[in-house]
């Protein structure tokens, strides 16, 4: 009798003991992953680094004809940056206007044009790429580039050179078009997520909507707001498609951001471009993965430092809510 | 007494005149807020109504069936692509559903220790690393190995973008079915992987499964990772050691093209591609949220806040 019952006892903590190492291993496959990739890129870049030395950040040569082999990531270090950064001076404050609207506005009117700000998301990289270029850019270069570049072009440098819609401008814009769904949905989170008590209480002291959202909210928020932000940044960083078909393809010296009408090239479109040709063999390809283990090095980055304020902020808005 | 009476119309004007100028910032701000919705959906309605217009005279029977012509003949189709844009879907679920799916359970039922907390969050940083990356990962293991380009290296680097999203929705699921089922399942003296997958699996599967469709969504229109592993081709699929083509890979192509007939074609993919991605996007969400599930009103809130 009572061996019967250990023996049931037995099979039930072996079968669960299976189950549980398993499900941990597929847990852990995230971080094994992580590991696998900065090793691969690491130990595939090599060649590269031994050969340029740490001098492959600043190089600005692009070069993989054979036997005057050079390379350098500064351009295309400077490009992603500068388009990120464009993206998000015109990104960031439409989405914060637009989780304004939805956060505040009745769910009858808000839920379905969020629903519509999300659906911007859902439209494939590849597919901006193309309105991008048979649609917007014609619009963009004959109603606001052209007219810029007549009225300044002389005398600023920002509007110089000839405006023709494949730009860093151009490909900016998209970018910021392309961010606005994930800054938008986790603004309005956080926006959320700050306590009603705080709201009816700017209200009390008779403020208007604009007044509560100033007195209440974005102080409130600050820290959420940011990590929403630094959380498209990171979107803007890593996207390729789109960017890839808009922003000119130049390489080497000519890949350096002088001026929003130029051509430049990001980490990822010169990955895009050039990683099928590259030969294993020579050390463009290596040049390439080195790229790529910069940009995975930005984006951990900004991710992780996105996360952690993201996630703190709507910590936040539990305690308060036990409370 | 005069005096007294000047003094109040003034107080009442100056009163008058702030919480007018007041007002008024209030209205500019409303205002400008508005407008920014209306500029972020502008896009959308635009690259709707142009892949619309465009596509629609590219479809055709012959379009969606054969494999492309000579560049720039504006013949052929794009068979291959639909064709490898659903074999790659397949195959990368295959991959990506099974690991997400055991690691969302791993993070809801195991979930309360510090290696559990380490892999949300890992999870949630995967999410946003750069696609090309993982193209490269996959290009560095699977294709640098064997030595060609193939199906299963799209496959994988897909995958890759896949199982966090699931893992994240499906732990979310999972945590929407109440304590006193798994209780219920205990007292009944089940075994805890039992009582996992007949009794929690069971209650949440509306929410997975909306999980897994998202993630098929978002896959189906990348890129980037495609570009290194299986590399695009103008044939049908012929064997897994070999290129295929994929939709959006072909509308790459074909947008690189300088003739008129290569765009229309793209435009005509295009079309394609957002039917499918859109659908299933649009068709996930009225179908389960006209379900007036509690269980999945809850879940579409708290998924939301994961994707993110």
Redesign the interface.
């Known amino acids: 009798m009572n061996k019967v019952n250990l023996n049931i006892k037995q099979r039930k903590i072996i079968s669960d003991k299976i189950f549980k190492i398993g499900v941990t291993t597929a847990g852990a496959y995230v971080l094994i992953v992580v590991v696998l990739i900065a090793f691969q890129l690491v130990s595939e870049s090599y060649p590269v680094w031994e050969e340029e030395g740490l001098s492959f950040i600043t190089k600005t040569d692009w070069n993989a004809v054979e036997g005057r082999e050079s390379f350098g990531a500064l351009p295309y270090i400077l490009g992603t940056l500068t388009t990120s950064a464009i993206a998000m001076m015109i990104g960031v404050p439409l989405s914060i206007g637009i989780a304004m609207f939805i956060s505040d506005a009745p769910p009858k009117i808000g839920a379905p044009l969020g629903f519509l700000v999300e659906l911007l998301a859902a439209v494939p990289s590849v597919i901006y790429g193309l309105w991008g270029l048979y649609v917007f850019r014609i619009y963009f270069r004959d109603w606001f580039e052209t007219p810029l570049h007549d009225a300044f072009g002389d005398n600023i440098w920002l509007f110089s050179g000839n405006p023709y819609g494949l730009d860093i401008l151009t490909a900016s814009v998209i970018l910021a078009i392309m961010i606005i769904p994930t800054v938008s949905a986790v603004s309005r989170e956080i926006m959320k997520a700050v306590p009603q008590q705080q709201k009816e209480a700017a209200y009390m002291l008779g403020a208007t909507k604009w007044e509560m959202f100033k007195l209440a909210i974005f102080p409130y928020s600050k820290t959420g707001l940011i990590g929403a932000s630094i959380l498209g940044l990171g979107r803007a960083v890593g996207e390729t498609m789109a960017v890839t078909m808009l922003i000119g393809n130049a390489t080497g010296l000519g890949a350096i951001p002088s001026s929003l009408f130029g051509p430049s090239q990001t980490m990822s479109s010169i990955i895009a471009n050039e990683f099928v040709e590259a030969s294993p063999a020579s050390i463009h390809m290596p040049a390439l993965i080195g790229i790529g283990l910069i940009l995975l090095l930005i984006a951990i980055v900004i991710n992780v430092v996105a996360h952690l304020l993201v996630t703190r902020m709507l910590k936040i808005k539990e305690g308060a809510i036990n409370n | 007494m005069n005096d007294i009476q000047t003094r109040r119309q003034e107080y009442r004007l100056l009163f008058k005149q702030n919480v007018a100028k007041?007002?008024l910032?209030?209205k500019i701000?409303?205002i400008?807020?508005?407008?920014?919705?209306i500029?972020?959906?502008i896009?959308?309605g635009?690259?709707l109504v142009?892949?619309f217009k465009n596509g629609i005279t590219a479809i055709s029977i012959e379009f969606l069936t054969e494999t492309p012509g000579s560049i720039g003949s504006g013949e052929g189709g794009i068979g291959p692509a639909i064709q490898g844009t659903l074999i790659i879907i397949g195959l990368s679920s295959l991959i990506g559903v099974?690991?997400g799916v055991?690691?969302g359970?791993?993070?809801s039922?195991?979930g309360d220790n510090k290696?559990?907390r380490?892999?949300r969050?890992?999870?949630?940083?995967?999410m946003?690393?750069?696609?090309?990356?993982?193209?490269?990962?996959a290009?560095?293991?699977i294709v640098?190995v064997l030595g060609h380009f193939s199906v299963w290296a799209g496959a994988f680097a897909l995958s890759?973008i896949m199982?966090?999203i699931v893992?994240r929705t499906t732990e979310e699921s999972l945590k929407m079915v109440p304590t006193t089922y798994r209780e219920a399942g205990t007292a009944l003296g089940l075994?805890?992987?039992i009582i996992?997958f007949r009794i929690v699996i069971s209650a949440a599967k509306s929410g997975m499964i909306t999980g897994i469709l998202l993630s098929v969504?978002?896959i189906?229109?990348?890129?980037?990772p495609l570009?290194?592993t299986i590399?695009g081709s103008s044939q049908f699929f012929s064997s897994m050691d070999t290129p295929m083509d994929a939709l959006?890979l072909r509308?790459?192509r074909l947008?690189l093209l300088p003739y008129d007939s290569a765009?229309l074609q793209?435009?005509g993919a295009?079309l394609v591609?957002?039917m499918i991605?859109?659908g299933i996007?649009l068709g996930v969400?009225y179908y389960f949220s006209n379900k007036k599930n509690l269980l999945f009103g809850k879940f579409i809130k708290q998924r939301?806040?994961a994707i993110?």
């Open positions: 007041r007002l910032v209030d701000v409303r400008i807020v508005f407008s920014c919705v500029i972020a959906i896009p959308l635009s690259i142009e892949v099974p690991i055991m690691s359970i791993f993070l039922e195991y290696l559990a380490s892999v969050f890992f999870n949630d940083v995967f946003e690393f750069p696609s090309i990356i993982l193209g490269i990962f290009f560095l293991i640098l890759l199982f966090p893992a075994k805890k992987w996992t969504s978002r189906g229109g990348e890129t980037a570009i290194m590399l959006p509308i790459w947008s765009q793209g435009w295009a591609l957002i991605i859109l996007n969400r939301s806040n993110k």
